[in-house]
T-cell receptor, first 113, second 112 residues
Framework: GENVEQHPSTLSVQEGDSAVIKCTYS??????FPWYKQELGKRPQLIID?????GEKKDQRIAVTLNKTAKHFSLHITETQPEDSAVYFC????????????FGKGTKLSVIP | DAGVIQSPRHEVTEMGQEVTLRCKPI?????LFWYRQTMMRGLELLIY????????DSGMPEDRFSAKMPNASFSTLKIQPSEPRDSAVYFC??????????FGEGSWLTVV
């Protein structure tokens, strides 16, 4: 089955700096890579996703890049703000409509004002 | 849309008691998932239903766990008997065709 590794497990940045979270996956058949943000005591919420036919996707201060050859993808947050503090999870799945979404262990991001 | 609705939000129970968690998926969604989240193991898929039929229950930890989906708008996850190691946040999630999974707010279970 799929295995997703996520690094780092914790990340502290100064407000206004950039944050980068990296994930690797094992199954070359995976073609869908979402990122979820989970605030303390809340549910995971989708913030951005990318499919394997795209190398990069951007949404305001958030961007995701995908390297299919190396089987890794990354989340980039620019101009970080205190409200970006949360746990971020990457995930991978394969097949159109596949149900099997494998999650990374999460990265706790702290943005220091 | 109200999103995925779970109940109870918090439950504290004694070891050996039966626990029933409930979920109402987003209207029109045909796939439903039960996940368990712990610090040690992260987010784990317990069971997946498609069109009310259990498709994959390989993540259910043991026979003490069971799940049902009697209709398109309701599912339950039952633990009987409960043990302290079952303490976790249990998330229900749903989706329609495509890949985006929407999570409920979770049920925080503590077994003492």
């Amino acid at each position: 089955g799929e295995n997703v590794e996520q690094h780092p497990s914790t990340l502290s940045v100064q407000e206004g700096d950039s944050a980068v979270i990296k994930c690797t996956y094992s199954d070359s058949a995976s073609n869908y890579f979402p990122w979820y943000k989970q605030e303390l005591g809340k549910r995971p919420q989708l913030i951005i996703d990318i499919r394997s036919n795209v190398g990069e996707k951007k949404d305001q201060r958030i961007a995701v890049t995908l390297n299919k050859t190396a089987k890794h993808f990354s989340l980039h947050i620019t101009e970080t703000q205190p409200e970006d503090s949360a746990v971020y999870f990457c995930a991978a799945s394969y097949g159109a409509g596949s149900y099997q979404l494998t999650f990374g262990k999460g990265t706790k991001l702290s943005v220091i004002p | 849309d109200a999103g995925v609705i779970q109940s109870p939000r918090h439950e504290v129970t004694e070891m050996g008691q039966e626990v029933t968690l409930r979920c109402k998926p987003i209207s029109g969604h045909n796939s439903l998932f039960w996940y368990r989240q712990t610090m040690m193991r992260g987010l784990e898929l317990l069971i997946y239903f498609n069109n009310n039929v259990p498709i994959d229950d390989s993540g259910m930890p043991e026979d003490r766990f069971s799940a049902k989906m009697p209709n398109a708008s309701f599912s339950t996850l039952k633990i009987q008997p409960s043990e302290p190691r079952d303490s976790a946040v249990y998330f229900c999630a749903s989706k329609i065709s495509g890949n985006t999974i929407y999570f409920g707010e979770g049920s925080w279970l503590t077994v003492v």
